[in-house]
């Protein structure tokens, strides 16, 4: 029943009550009695409570559409306010979920293209450093070396020190190179891309250690680059705001990431033992690595750790990976999409739009 009809059903009913009873033998006295006085009371109370009770009722799937509404965070998808109440709420709610299914929708592959646009500069960025400023500095160092063996002995200190000098930013601009465009994660495959990043954080005052298990199920090079970043990220926020001495990379198989259906996965965990997360709000590194988890239908937690210090945990369904990039393109094309939002080629939707606006650049 729609809450139009209730309310007037409710509504009609009370008039109607009420003009039986003007026309029945209920009489109201000059000056009123006491026991009429009670018995229009109670009838205005009777109404009252039951209007109240109808409203909230049929009110009450508004107030929870409102909190979903309130609640609704598109780096956390999936929650959809329950489909309840009168015809015209029950409309209102399945247009709103509908809304931010197309919402979900958009934003990733809005996020996609940035994200892999932004990967492009990064690689663009990364070469001229390497091929333009690097080459010059090793110019520049070369020359240095060679005014070294001719300039007097007062002046080979200053040279000396000029050298040590570029000699550092050139070391500088290749770790830079390195930190935007993870070479070796191309070259040599994500678990040796891993240990490089976990010496590269190794400082004197933070020890990484990783355990990177070898029988990992095929991963994408989207997927493998979003590991990556993923790690490189939750790193860096140990080392720049945990107060931590040591941190933990782990890469694991699990098995199970589906629930019930059991599927084989990827999980990586980055943990520390620093101050903890609080009760700080997500700033833009963790929101980023969100956005590149639900790329490829991934799943991010960032908690408290066991005792004290942070968890990062990155879990990944290899269900409809790269395990099945073998499959035919006739039983891909039959299929369609998968449960994860990925394609039978191991490549989520958002990436292959993302894809195409690289080739549109």
């Known amino acids: 029943m729609s809450l139009f009809r209730r309310i007037f059903l409710l509504n009609a009913a009370g008039l109607t009550v009420a003009t039986a009873l003007l026309l029945g033998p209920v009489t109201v006295s000059t000056p ?26 049929g009110l009450a799937p508004l107030q929870r559409l409102g909190r979903a509404m309130a609640t609704a965070d598109l780096l956390h998808p999936g929650a959809r306010a329950p489909v309840t109440g009168p015809a015209e709420v029950a409309g209102l ?7 931010l299914d197309r919402l979900e929708t958009e934003r990733a592959t809005s996020s996609a293209r940035a994200l892999s646009a932004q ?20 110019a520049v160092l070369l020359q240095l070396k060679r005014v070294a ?32 465009r993870p070479g070796v994660l191309e070259e040599l495959g994500l678990h040796s891309a891993l240990r490089s990043l976990a010496a590269e954080f190794t400082t004197h005052g933070l020890s990484v250690r990783h355990h990177l298990d ?26 720049r705001h945990a107060g931590a001495d040591r941190a933990e990379l782990r890469l694991r198989r699990v098995v199970g990431v589906d629930g019930d259906d059991g599927g084989d996965g990827v999980e990586l965990l980055v943990r520390d033992n ?26 991010l937690s960032v908690g408290a750790g066991p005792g004290a210090g942070t968890d990062v945990r990155l879990r990944i ?5 790269a395990s099945e990039a073998g499959a035919s393109e006739a039983g891909a094309s039959e299929t369609g999409v998968s449960t994860t939002g990925a394609s039978e080629s191991g490549v989520p939707p958002q990436l292959r739009a993302a894809t195409a606006f690289e080739g549109d650049r």
């Open 274 to 299: 620093g101050k903890g997360p609080g009760r700080l709000r997500e700033g833009a590194g963790i929101s980023g690595m969100r956005e590149r988890a639900l790329l490829i239908g991934a799943a």
């Open 32 to 57: 009123i009695l006491p026991g009429e006085v009670l018995v229009v009371v109670a009838g205005l109370a009777v109404l009252l409570v039951v209007n109240a009770l109808v409203l909230r009722i």
């Open 149 to 180: 063996d001719q300039v007097p002995g007062e002046l080979r200190e200053e040279v000396r020190q000029a050298q040590e000098a570029t000699r550092g930013s050139l070391d500088e601009i290749r770790r830079i190179a390195r930190r935007l």
């Open 119 to 138: 990967e492009g500069e990064r690689r663009r960025i990364s070469q001229e450093l390497h091929d333009e400023v690097g080459q010059t500095l090793t």
């Open 214 to 239: 070898g029988d990992l199920p095929p991963l994408t090079e989207e997927t493998e680059l979003v590991v990556y970043r993923v790690a490189q990220e939750g790193l860096t926020n140990t080392a």
């Open 317 to 321: 369904s290899t269900k409809t990976g």
């Open 93 to 99: 709610i399945t247009t709103y979920n509908t809304m």
